[in-house]
C-alpha cells in the first residue's frame, strides 16, 4: 500500500536545476557576468512559469513540453532566486538559486604576528 501513496506523490514531482549553482567573484570584478541554465522535469506535463528576483527576468512561461530548459546571460552582484510555478495555478512546483560569492581579497588578510615579536 506505501507503495501507491508514494507513486502518486512522484507523479507530481517537480524538479528545478540550475547550472551552474555558483559564481565567485573577484576582488577586480565584483559582479557575476555568466550564462546560466535552468532545466527542468515534470513528472506530468503542465504549462510553467518561471520567476525570479533577477530584473531582466521577472517572470517566463512555457506552454510547450518539448522545451525543458531556459539559459540566461546573467550579470549580478547578488544571489538570484528562481522559483517555478504551476502557470494555471500558481503552486510553487521548485525552486533553485544562484549563489554569488566575493573572493577574499589578499590586501584584508590579517597578519597574525606580533608587532613585537623578537624572532
Given at each position: 500500500m506505501g507503495g501507491e501513496a508514494v507513486a502518486h506523490e512522484?507523479?507530481?514531482?517537480?524538479?528545478?536545476?540550475?547550472?551552474?549553482?555558483?559564481?565567485?567573484?573577484?576582488?577586480?570584478q565584483l559582479s557575476c557576468d555568466l550564462?546560466?541554465?535552468?532545466?527542468?522535469?515534470?513528472?506530468?506535463?503542465?504549462?510553467?512559469?518561471?520567476?525570479?528576483?533577477?530584473?531582466?527576468?521577472?517572470?517566463?512561461?512555457?506552454d510547450s513540453p518539448r522545451i525543458k530548459s531556459l539559459t540566461l546571460n546573467i550579470n549580478t552582484e547578488k544571489?538570484?532566486?528562481?522559483?517555478?510555478?504551476?502557470?494555471?495555478?500558481?503552486?510553487t512546483l521548485a525552486g533553485a538559486e544562484l549563489k554569488v560569492t566575493p573572493a577574499l581579497m589578499p590586501n584584508l588578510r590579517r597578519n597574525f604576528r606580533n608587532a613585537w615579536s623578537l624572532f
Amino acid at each position: 500500500m506505501g507503495g501507491e501513496a508514494v507513486a502518486h506523490e512522484n507523479k507530481n514531482q517537480a524538479i528545478l536545476q540550475l547550472f551552474p549553482e555558483f559564481c565567485i567573484t573577484s576582488s577586480k570584478q565584483l559582479s557575476c557576468d555568466l550564462k546560466v541554465e535552468l532545466k527542468w522535469e515534470l513528472n506530468l506535463f503542465k504549462p510553467i512559469c518561471i520567476l525570479s528576483n533577477y530584473h531582466e527576468l521577472m517572470k517566463w512561461c512555457n506552454d510547450s513540453p518539448r522545451i525543458k530548459s531556459l539559459t540566461l546571460n546573467i550579470n549580478t552582484e547578488k544571489d538570484i532566486r528562481f522559483i517555478m510555478i504551476d502557470k494555471e495555478t500558481n503552486k510553487t512546483l521548485a525552486g533553485a538559486e544562484l549563489k554569488v560569492t566575493p573572493a577574499l581579497m589578499p590586501n584584508l588578510r590579517r597578519n597574525f604576528r606580533n608587532a613585537w615579536s623578537l624572532f
